[in-house]
């Protein structure tokens, strides 16, 4: 039993075998999480991952919880002295709409204006919700949301089908726009930038996993 387990430590400090927990915002995972585990994954293959695809206060609790090794998240949220952050990337959104709300395309509007049409928005409880109600809020305006989606992929086909406006990231949005499936909004106030951030608990002993994949995820590895 003493050589199997030396074995297995062995294996694992080579990273022949392991698990890796990760939570990770929809956002994260599509603009940097998804290269950074093709890399990692081409080079330990024998590593198993576990990825959760969660809102940001949800992918916060796995952690906080133990469940997940590493949270990558949508910012700004508050998680606490407990948890480190560390800033990956910042990226901008757009207000994006179908054919239906293209003429607003086309002229631009202000915040009033589109404070008055129909919005598509994750829900209550998201660290979007939240960003949005504060930039609406303190520009004086409400801010509603009249179609709520659950997750944020759900919020591109929704928008184009006319179902209201939405605010997406830029660059996921671009090809969608080339195509002239979707139209960007020009917005008189323009909105600011979010980050997308690795979040740990620091108090908690790494793994070489949990080294290795930190590493490549800051652009280290």
Do not use: W
Request: glycine content about 8%; proline content about 6%; hydrophobic content about 40%.
């Amino acid at each position: 039993q003493l050589q199997l387990g030396e074995e297995e430590i062995r294996r694992d400090g080579s990273l022949e075998s392991g698990s890796l927990s990760i939570s990770a915002s929809e956002a994260a995972l599509h603009m940097i999480l998804l290269d950074k585990l093709s890399a990692f994954r081409a080079r330990y293959p024998g590593v198993h991952l576990r990825i959760t695809n969660e809102t940001t206060p949800q992918a916060i609790e796995r952690l906080r919880s133990g469940e997940s090794d590493f949270a990558v998240i949508t910012a700004p949220l508050l998680t606490g002295r407990s948890l480190q952050q560390t800033e990956l990337l910042r990226f901008a959104e757009i207000p994006v709409c179908g054919p239906a709300y293209s003429e607003m395309a086309a002229h631009g509007c202000t915040l009033a204006e589109l404070a008055r049409c129909p919005l598509v928005c994750l829900g209550e409880g998201t660290s979007t919700y939240a960003f949005y109600q504060s930039f609406f809020n303190a520009h004086g305006q409400p801010f509603r949301v009249d179609v709520e989606a659950a997750t944020m992929d759900q919020i591109l086909p929704m928008v184009e089908h006319g179902l209201g406006i939405g605010f997406y990231p830029a660059k996921l949005a671009a090809p969608r726009i080339g195509r002239g499936e979707l139209f960007c909004i020009p917005l008189e106030l323009p909105v600011p930038e979010r980050a997308i951030s690795l979040v740990e608990d620091a108090a908690r002993p790494r793994s070489t996993a949990m080294k290795t994949m930190r590493e490549m995820i800051c652009g280290k590895g």
